[in-house]
């Protein structure tokens, strides 16, 4: 409740708390870049945040995943001091452009985890946007600089009715001119923001270009009686997108692409069509992180003995102790290369041979028609025994479910299409995989979280999990 009276009287400018700057005591670098390197080198860390700890639609943070790495207790801190020794005022606006959106996006994941306990969203904390900052050679600056005052070109803000930057002020110079495709790149750490990406001054065009119709495509959604919700993003900041109400409903109608769509806000822009404003302020952390279950991803395949291992020595015990808080999804698959064939059917080579494929086919069947507790019941029966790729109708006996639809779909081309996509699923995973089992947690892998999944899943999930004390975690 405390907290909540503070948030109002932040919002209200009847209190602003201290300003933090995040980089503030940050040891001096060993390197000195200039302003144009810097840029570069701020891109390629946002695409590493962006590979390593962003779900693959560039929604969800792993901010358990990220907090405990050491990109954040080391490569943070490195660019922080980096940060230090540039002057901005050297770039030229497409570098300045890119620089200040992936450094807004940067310092935004950075203030959430300092905001410890991780917060429900950004909106509860205090003057959240002014109240973290970096140092950014001879400049302070917090999240309301950058979009206000250098993106949006020292527009007046939204709510405020200020500008950030007064005629004397030296940051000035950083102001560009206002460009509303930024409102697709620019993430506040909220479900209803753009997805996070890394942007570089080389391609900032094409690439805000593209980031602006994606936001745009996703913005607009339909009630069953008609009317429209849209993005909030295009009311508070109105001024960007046209002179009016009307003239910013017509610009979304000419940037989304589908034609009904085109047509339902050209009738919200005469005033036809009903429509109302939403804004999802719910924090973009991925699963466990926001107190809700753990997900776990394991790769794997049914004949590599590691798999088998690890079904046996870590997957199955973790599940018995702590299946209420883990979101599971078994993926069999492992190094195998798949080729169609026609028909909608598919051929496959694996790593341990054809049986391997067949004891494939049977998982993947079950994982696509079963319960997960019966799935891990099941798969955890066949790995625990000597050949796993033959055994799915002696544990379909002894779990007690019926074999004729496994077999029959593991010898169908439904079994090979589910087995597949599988393979798509696999294929996808940044880093790719190299050694099976992979084992993701909240979407996030690496050698060193995959190594202590292997030898200990359950202090890893444990380890993960923001919710509730849970007595297999004490």
């Known amino acids: 409740m405390f907290g909540k009276l503070l948030t109002l009287l932040a919002w209200t400018g009847l209190w602003q708390p201290r300003m933090v700057v995040l980089n503030g005591n940050t040891p001096a670098p060993r390197q000195h870049l200039n302003a144009s390197e810097m840029a570069h080198t701020t891109s390629r860390f946002m695409a590493a945040l962006v590979e390593h700890f962003v779900s693959s639609d560039g929604q969800k943070v792993s901010y358990a995943a990220l907090e405990q790495s050491p990109f954040y207790t080391r490569s943070f801190q490195e660019f922080g001091g980096l940060l230090q020794n540039i002057d901005p005022r050297h770039l030229d606006d497409q570098e300045r452009r890119a620089f200040f959106i992936n450094l807004y996006n940067i310092l935004t994941i950075h203030a959430i985890l300092y905001s410890d306990p991780l917060p429900t969203s950004t909106i509860s904390v205090p003057n959240f946007w002014e109240r973290y900052s970096y140092k950014v050679g001879p400049f302070t600056m917090h999240l309301d600089d950058m979009e206000h005052g250098v993106l949006r070109g020292n527009r007046a803000h ?88 009307p003239d910013a409903l017509r610009w979304l109608a000419e940037c989304v692409e589908d ?183 909240d979407g996030h892998y690496d050698s060193v979280q995959l190594r202590s999944s292997l030898l200990d899943l359950k202090s890893q999930v444990c380890a993960m999990y923001q919710g509730p004390p849970h007595q297999e975690c004490l």
């Open 259 to 441: 034609v009904s769509t085109q047509q339902a806000l050209r009738q919200a822009a005469l005033g036809t069509r009903g429509f109302s404003y939403d804004y999802d302020w719910t924090l973009n952390a991925v699963s466990g992180a926001d107190g809700g279950k753990v997900k776990v991803e394991v790769y794997f395949s049914s004949l590599c003995p590691d798999s088998m291992r690890f079904f046996t020595d870590q997957l199955y015990p973790a599940w018995q102790q702590l299946q209420d808080i883990i979101d599971l999804e078994l993926i069999p698959y492992g190094k195998a290369r798949a080729t169609p064939t026609g028909d909608s059917d598919y051929s496959f080579v694996c790593q341990h041979g054809p049986d391997e494929c067949h004891g494939n086919k049977v998982m993947t069947c079950a994982t696509a028609s079963l319960p997960i507790n019966t799935q891990v019941q099941l798969l955890h029966c066949m790995m625990a025994k000597r050949y796993p790729a033959y055994t799915g109708q002696q544990c379909s006996e002894e779990v007690g479910i019926e074999w004729a639809p496994l077999r029959e779909c593991a010898s169908s081309r439904q079994g090979a299409a589910l087995l597949y996509q599988n393979g798509i699923k696999t294929a996808s995973l940044k880093p790719r995989v190299y050694f099976i089992p992979t084992i993701t947690i």
């Open 158 to 245: 939204p709510t405020s009715g200020k500008v950030m930057f007064g005629r004397q002020d030296p940051r000035t110079v950083l102001s560009l001119t206002p460009d509303r495709r930024i409102h697709g790149a620019l993430n506040c750490g909220a479900m209803s923001c753009p997805p996070l990406r890394s942007y570089g001054s080389d391609n900032i065009d094409s690439e805000l270009s593209t980031a602006i119709t994606e936001f745009c495509n996703k913005s607009v959604t339909t009630n069953t009686d008609g009317s429209l919700v849209i993005n909030q993003i295009f009311q508070w900041f109105r001024v960007d997108f046209g002179a009016t109400e």
